[in-house]
């Protein structure tokens, strides 16, 4: 069986660790590879490897490093549809929406093929009489990112392509679950021309992640994954006097108002709730009907939809398949106590994806749509995040109730409004405590040039990912005040200087 390793200093290579993890194929449930989990001292190999490299790279012109960056994203683009079939072979998601992924992530590169004019800082003459002032942003050194399976490409994408225009070194820890297509991505950065040493993978689990944030040379750690281990992560980086991004985890609420126009909110809704099978930190898992009429009109629709969803294997289909399994077994059977303590705690279940089976693929971690009425506060499926194809409709009976449900939430990732009425829209986008804010959008993920981050406990550290953010978090500061005297001086000061 073949066993991944790590990726160091341009080539792969085995690692030592006894400890390894299996690999799935979701749709079948067959273990397809190893993954070895390496030791605190290859991790801290790996880092050393870096701050070699950053020594070198760091030096590298913005406008050479960014001619890396154009050749990288063409090889992304010729290798599009290899790098899809592996991020579904290991994930579960349909190769369309794989490609999708990596469209996404791309877009990341583009916008750091910018970084000449990103990189420009700020210059002001004569902040005093004969002096100037600018600012220079300089690389951190050794940065790391630490990724969740969701998006085994287009999440590491939001962190390395800045970190590295911006003339950092890295290393990636990726998800244990699908790790294999971010080892081929890292060969084609090399194939791109980007030097050894550059940028390096680490497959592990805790044990390397605390040497990354541990560890003094490392001086910023990328999080994405889930809420109470970006909590640790950013607790532990910042003890450690990193700087620390962490994305955590997700209950996004689309408002139905009355007014909407009931097929367009309800062919959103089934791409938001179950595209990916709800395993997407912008899913849209909460429908917040105002008025039992909006809620009758939705969910009648919505209940014919799901019958005519196609659910089967992502890759090898005749006819694409809507949704694709779950990632594992473990979060499968998770999803599946969700749905059973829906019922306990007293929701409506109007479709009940448990028992379901597909031919030819038994083993396969499938879940089907699911469908929940009449959900309420205080219920486990209304209060945490279940990462599943499980869509809830929560009744209420004005915008007001709407906004104040989900400004109650602890979670603020993603949210929209559907409506026709531009007031309300322009009312909600002001008055909702949530970071990423669709009107008449279900998913609104901001582009590579803008940044993406929730808020409340859906993150830690004040610099969302990519765009501006993302130049922010990977380059440091620094401002010079200068004078050039023309002759010498001939009077000594002693006061505390002052701008004239
Ligand atoms: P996870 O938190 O289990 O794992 C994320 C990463 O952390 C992995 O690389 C994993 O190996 C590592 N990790 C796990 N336990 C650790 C520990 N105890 N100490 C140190 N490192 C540890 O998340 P996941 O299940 O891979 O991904 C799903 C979660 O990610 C969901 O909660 C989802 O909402 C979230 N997510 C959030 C965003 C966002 O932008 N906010 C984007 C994608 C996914």
């Known amino acids: 069986m073949q066993v991944i390793g790590n990726f160091i200093n341009g080539k792969r290579v085995a690692s030592e660790s006894s400890r390894k993890a299996p690999v799935f194929n979701p749709a079948t449930g067959e273990q397809t590879k190893l993954v070895t989990l390496a030791t605190v001292s290859e991790t801290e190999a790996a880092i050393g490897v870096a701050q070699t490299a950053f020594e070198t790279w760091s030096k590298v012109t913005p406008l050479n490093r960014s001619r890396i960056m154009f050749r990288f994203k063409a090889l992304m683009e010729q290798n599009i549809d290899l790098l899809a079939e592996m991020i579904t072979l290991e994930h579960g998601k349909v190769l369309s929406d794989a490609k999708g992924e990596l469209t996404r992530g791309i877009e990341v590169v583009e916008f750091s093929c910018g970084i000449p004019h990103l990189l420009k800082g700020e210059h002001s ?64 950065l090399k194939e791109a021309g980007l030097p050894d040493g550059v940028f390096n993978i680490i497959n592990g689990d805790k044990e390397s992640v605390d040497v990354l ?45 009355p007014d909407a126009e009931v097929d367009q909110v309800t062919s959103a809704l089934m791409g938001a709730a179950f595209g990916s099978a709800g395993e997407r930190c912008m899913a849209i898992s909460v429908a917040v009907c105002v008025g039992d009429g909006t809620a009758d009109l939705l969910i009648a629709k919505l209940k014919q939809e799901i019958s005519e969803m196609r659910v089967g294997p992502g890759s090898g289909f005749i006819e694409e398949p809507h949704m694709g399994p779950l990632v594992s077994k473990v979060h499968a059977d998770k999803v599946l106590s969700y749905i059973d303590s829906g019922i306990e705690d007293g929701a409506k279940l109007l479709v009940d994806g448990r028992d379901f089976k597909v031919v030819d693929h038994e083993q396969g971690y499938f879940v089907g749509p699911t469908l929940f009425d009449r959900v309420k506060p205080g219920m486990r499926i209304y209060n945490e995040e279940i990462f599943g194809p499980v869509l809830c409709v929560v009744r209420v009976k004005s915008y007001n109730d709407a906004v104040t449900l989900i400004n109650s939430h602890e979670y603020g990732n993603g949210t929209s409004i559907f409506t026709t009425d531009g007031d309300s829209a322009r009312q909600f986008c002001e008055q909702i405590q949530v970071g990423m804010v669709g009107v008449n959008i279900p998913i609104p993920v901001p582009m590579a040039f803008h940044s993406f981050g929730g808020w409340k406990r859906s ?42």
Not at 153 to 159: A, D, R, S, Y
Request: net charge positive.
């Open 125 to 188: 003459l004569n902040v005093g009489r004969g002096v100037d002032s600018f600012s220079l942003m300089q690389p951190l050194g050794v940065c790391a990112g630490i990724s969740p399976f969701n998006f085994p490409v287009m999440v590491p994408m939001w962190m390395f392509p800045i970190a590295l225009a911006c003339g950092n070194t890295f290393i990636m820890k990726p998800s244990e679950k699908d790790p294999s297509v971010i080892m081929r991505v890292a060969e084609l």
């Open 459 to 500: 993150v830690f550290g004040p610099l969302n990912m990519h765009g501006n953010d993302g130049v922010r978090f990977y380059t440091k500061m620094k401002t010079v005040t200068a004078r050039w005297p023309n002759g010498s001086q001939t009077t000594n000061t002693f006061s505390m200087p002052t701008m004239e």
């Open 213 to 257: 944030l541990s560890d003094s040379r490392v001086h910023a750690v990328s999080f994405v994954g889930s809420t109470p281990i970006a909590e640790y992560i950013y607790a532990t980086g910042s003890k450690h006097g990193k700087r620390v991004q962490a994305l955590g985890g997700a209950k996004n609420h689309m408002i139905v108002m």
